[in-house]
């Protein structure tokens, strides 16, 4: 899992997660003149714990790992974010019925109803929890602000003419292996980047051919982006993680060719807002 491909808006959600937690233990009962008497919280009513508590917190986690993961799982023909939205956006719904209706009904038997108590500070937070973290999630793929990566990209220490070795560390590809020179040919059965050995014979190379004046570089992207297959498929063979960064290593069309950490290459169609390093 890349903490670095979460956004802003699952920043928020993270947050909501944590004070709606909180909430959990705090009281679901106000009673006026009742000073001194234990309330019960969250923990202690089911309909509370598995309606609104849990079912926020799950919402939240799978959000967080959906948005992790270089592609997220499916269910039922839905990801593990949108199950997650779902989550929240009942959790809120649960939230807004218990603050209403605190007793849940107990208040109403009887000949003649009593008022009943009052929602608590616990029921009181656990609802703005919740309503925050379901307009987080609904909003993030629409709020560009909240696309943003949540652990801005390191910036590389100086841009580095492509063939030199970068520097060792996270979000270099090849870190640690001198890259050759672009245009020169990989042998065949190599992993792209690696120097071919003396006196292997050049014809035995895998053919690569230079688009142009193209100079390779370093790249990040500001949100997830998938990444395609050369052969033109239209199914994604990874994702690009805003907070890593990638090398493309030839234009293609409007697109890139880019290379991700473990080797793989593909393109990249949508290159708009990417940084350069």
């Given amino acids: 899992m890349n903490i670095r491909s979460l956004t802003r808006g699952d920043g928020v959600v993270i947050g909501a997660a944590v004070l709606l937690f909180i909430a959990s233990f705090l009281d679901i009962?106000?009673?006026?003149?009742?000073?001194?008497?234990?309330?019960p919280n969250a923990w202690g009513s089911g309909p509370l714990l598995l309606g609104v508590t849990l079912a926020g917190l799950i919402g939240a986690a799978l959000i967080v790992v959906a948005r992790g993961l270089p592609q997220a799982p499916k269910v039922a023909g839905l990801d593990l974010g949108q199950f997650g939205v779902a989550f929240t956006v009942f959790a809120a719904w649960s939230a807004l019925g218990n603050v209403f209706d605190p007793a849940g009904g107990a208040n109403n038997v009887g000949e003649t109803s009593s008022a009943g108590p009052d929602a608590g500070i616990g029921l009181i937070l656990a609802l703005v929890a919740t309503l925050i973290m379901a307009g987080a999630a609904i909003a993030t793929p629409l709020v560009p602000a909240l696309q943003a990566a949540l652990i801005p990209a390191p910036k590389p220490a100086a841009p580095q003419p492509y063939g030199a070795q970068p520097p060792g560390g996270y979000g270099y590809p090849g870190a640690g292996q001198q890259q050759p020179q672009y245009g020169g040919q990989p042998q065949a059965g190599q992993p792209y980047g690696a120097q071919p050995q003396p006196?292997?014979?050049?014809?035995?190379?895998?053919?690569?051919?230079?688009?142009?004046?193209?100079?390779?570089?370093?790249?990040?992207?500001?949100?997830?982006?998938?990444?395609?297959?050369?052969?033109?498929?239209?199914?994604?063979?990874?994702?690009?993680?805003?907070?890593?960064?990638?090398?493309?290593?030839?234009?293609?069309?409007?697109?890139?060719?880019?290379?991700?950490?473990?080797?793989?290459?593909?393109?990249?169609?949508?290159?708009?807002?990417?940084q350069r390093g």
């Fill in 29 to 39: 009962f106000s009673v006026d003149g009742a000073s001194g008497v234990s309330m």
């Fill in 199 to 274: 006196g292997q014979p050049q014809q035995a190379q895998a053919p690569q051919a230079p688009a142009g004046d193209f100079s390779p570089f370093w790249f990040a992207v500001p949100v997830p982006r998938p990444l395609f297959s050369e052969d033109g498929s239209p199914t994604p063979i990874a994702e690009l993680a805003p907070g890593t960064w990638y090398l493309a290593v030839e234009q293609r069309g409007p697109g890139l060719v880019a290379q991700t950490q473990d080797g793989r290459r593909g393109v990249l169609q949508d290159t708009s807002g990417i």
